[in-house]
């Protein structure tokens, strides 16, 4: 345990010094300070809406706000730090209902799998170098979803819809299994989270529906050529080569998300009749990502877990082999040859891979959630 507490540190400070000013470089992180001060000075956290614009909820200020209190040296690092530590959480909670090891032969797994993680997964190590919450997110869902049980079930999950939206699927799955309990307590935790940052920051609330929900704003902001090369959403897949550019309206964007995230979520509801709770999550987690309508390489945080789920289904039945197979391809640094097309086959050919492999490896998860109806392999 102690050996993987160090690599943790170590894996952070890496990250920070070395693999950050290549990649990333906390951008992210150092915007929601920017936000932050635009908040303190003028009272709307979303003006101007431009490069690194806050494009979450208003509860999400909250989550940020801590960050004001931290030396600016320490910053980066302690944030990496908690990043990877909510990572480990992750891992510990989807281990300890499959190895059935101690919690410290856990906890000590789980270090060394998040310190795996971040170098092999480009998807965790841009989390990790931009600044993002990803993995922050991904813990709560992953503790509520699968570790808490009772009165508590629903809070984590209400928690982090406050700071961004997609886990809001969560609640929409809870009331498909009509586990009306955990879904009304989601959604009174997201009011009163996103009720006490109106009554603390009313101009960036109401600024927030009216102009980014409402008003289209943050839909415009992620329509550049830019954001819909490096998408990896559905949606985005009609707004580049071989297709036109302006292909989708803002309307046909939207019915486009909807379709898939309602796929998506039936496909879960159907792993989950035949108890496989961890891949119904990680489905889930597929179609909040494949589903909004920009995709971010980072939104696809949770392809660690991909490795997992055929320890619930076996490593050779159809939905195992594909989850492994999705997760291969997420090890792959795509954003690299993400260019814009050329004339020559070849360099056509590797852009639209380049661009959709991460989309069509999710793709074909959900696709065999539905096909697969073969008895489940017990591992």
């Known amino acids: 345990m102690g050996l ?24 992210d992180l150092l915007g929601r300070l920017t936000n932050l001060e635009t908040l ?15 494009t979450y909820p208003p509860g999400a200020i909250l989550l940020f706000l801590p960050i004001l209190w931290i030396p600016m040296g320490l910053l980066p690092f302690l944030w990496t730090l908690v990043s990877l530590l909510a990572l480990v959480v992750v891992f510990a909670v989807v281990l300890s209902r499959h190895l059935h090891k101690s919690r410290a032969v856990t906890a000590a797994v789980a270090c060394w799998a998040a310190v795996i993680a971040a170098f092999a997964f480009p998807p965790v190590t841009e989390c990790l170098t931009w600044g993002q919450t990803g993995t922050l997110l991904l813990a709560l869902i992953v503790v509520d979803y699968l570790v808490l049980r009772g009165p508590a079930n629903g809070i984590l999950v209400g928690l982090a819809t406050a700071f961004k939206i997609y886990p809001c699927l969560f609640i929409v799955v809870w009331m498909m299994r009509r586990q009306w309990r955990a879904a009304f307590t989601a959604i009174v935790t997201f009011c009163i989270v996103t009720g006490l940052a109106w009554l603390l920051w ?8 009216s102009k980014l929900v409402l008003g289209g704003s943050e839909l415009a902001h992620f329509s550049t050529f830019q954001a819909m090369t490096a998408s990896s959403s559905f949606a985005a897949l009609f707004s580049r080569p071989p297709f036109r550019p302006d292909l989708l309206n803002d309307v046909g964007t939207i019915a486009i998300s909807v379709v898939v995230v309602a796929a998506g979520l039936f496909g879960a509801q159907r792993l989950w009749r035949r108890n496989l709770e961890l891949n119904a999550m990680t489905l889930v987690l597929v179609t909040s990502a494949i589903g909004a309508p920009l995709a971010w390489d980072h939104y696809f945080i949770f392809a660690p877990l991909l490795l997992l789920t055929p320890l619930e289904v076996g490593w050779k039945s159809p939905l195992g082999r594909i989850a492994i197979g999705a997760a291969a391809i997420m090890t792959f640094p795509w954003f690299h040859f993400r260019r814009p097309i050329s004339s ?5 050919t590797y852009s639209f ?21 073969s008895a489940v392999e017990l591992s």
Not at 202 to 209: D, Q
Not at 353 to 365: C, E, G, M, P
Request: hydrophobic share 50%.
């Open 202 to 209: 009313p101009e960036s609330a109401s600024a927030y529906v």
């Open 353 to 373: 891979t380049a661009r959709n492999a991460i989309l069509f490896a999710s793709l074909a998860l959900l696709t065999v959630a539905f096909a697969d109806r």
């Open 4 to 27: 993987g507490v160090l690599a943790l540190l170590t894996t952070a400070f890496v990250m920070t010094n070395s693999v950050a000013p290549h990649l990333g470089a906390n951008h």
């Open 344 to 348: 020559t086959f070849w360099e056509i």
């Open 40 to 54: 303190r000075t003028s009272g709307n956290i979303y003006s101007p809406f431009g490069v690194e614009a806050f």
